[in-house]
């Protein structure tokens, strides 16, 4: 099946600094890659998404970028506000595997004011 | 606007207890889904149910079952509750389209003694 890897595990930026996570995929047949926001004590909360016949998608201090060729794909975060604080997890799906998504580890996002 | 609700949101149990952890969506979503979340694991898949009267083995099933009650309602069981099974339940449903996001609940935190 796919296998989904997240880097940085953790990660702390300043205030007004940029974030990235990145993530790497093994199905060169994955077409779909959300990211979802998880906040402590909540469930996760979709934050952007990206289909594979698009290379960059943008949502004011959000953004994503994609890269079929090498199969990754990345999260950006400008301008980063203590609020941003929380774990952030990509996923993958795969139409071999129906309708499963399979995710990474997850990345725990500080933003130090 | 309740989305997705998970019942309950705590629960201890000893070894060998039995529970139904319930779910229901209010957003007419074709598909749902059981994970498990566990530290540095992110989100495993138990159980998916693609329609209403289909469901489906993820990566981890063992030890659990799952009734799709109806198009609302997906509920998991375990039988025989393990110490292993400790962990976070997050129930989602999705809408029938291929390239669209899971929408997760609150999630059900429990524990076996």
């Known amino acids: 099946g796919e296998n989904v890897e997240q880097h940085p595990s953790t990660l702390s930026v300043q205030e007004g600094d940029s974030a990235v996570i990145k993530c790497t995929y093994s199905?060169?047949?994955?077409?779909?890659f959300p990211w979802y926001k998880q906040e402590l004590g909540k469930g996760p909360q979709l934050i952007i998404d990206?289909?594979?016949?698009?290379g960059e998608k943008k949502d004011q201090r959000i953004a994503v970028t994609l890269n079929k060729t090498a199969k990754h794909f990345s999260l950006h975060i400008t301008e980063t506000q203590p609020e941003d604080s929380a774990v952030y997890f990509c996923?993958?799906?795969?139409?071999?595997?129906?309708?499963?998504?399979?995710f990474g580890t997850g990345t725990s996002l500080t933003v130090i004011p | 606007n309740a989305g997705v609700t998970q019942t309950p949101k705590f629960q201890v149990l000893k070894t060998g207890q039995s529970m139904t952890l319930q779910c229901a969506q209010d957003?007419?979503?074709?598909?749902m889904y059981w994970y498990r979340q566990d530290p540095g694991m992110g989100l495993r898949l138990i159980y998916y149910s693609a329609s209403e009267g289909t469901t489906d083995k993820g990566e981890v099933p063992n030890g659990y079952n799952v009734s799709r009650l109806n198009k609302r309602e997906f509920s998991l069981r375990l039988e025989s509750a393990a110490p292993s099974q400790t962990s976070v339940y997050f129930c989602a449903s999705k809408q029938g389209t291929y390239n669209s996001p899971l929408h997760f609940g609150n999630g059900t935190r429990l524990t076996v003694t």
């Open positions: 199905d060169s047949a994955s077409n779909y």
């Open positions: 996923a993958a799906l795969t139409p071999n595997t129906g309708n499963q998504f399979y």
């Open positions: 957003m007419n979503h074709n598909s």
């Open positions: 990206i289909r594979s016949n698009v």
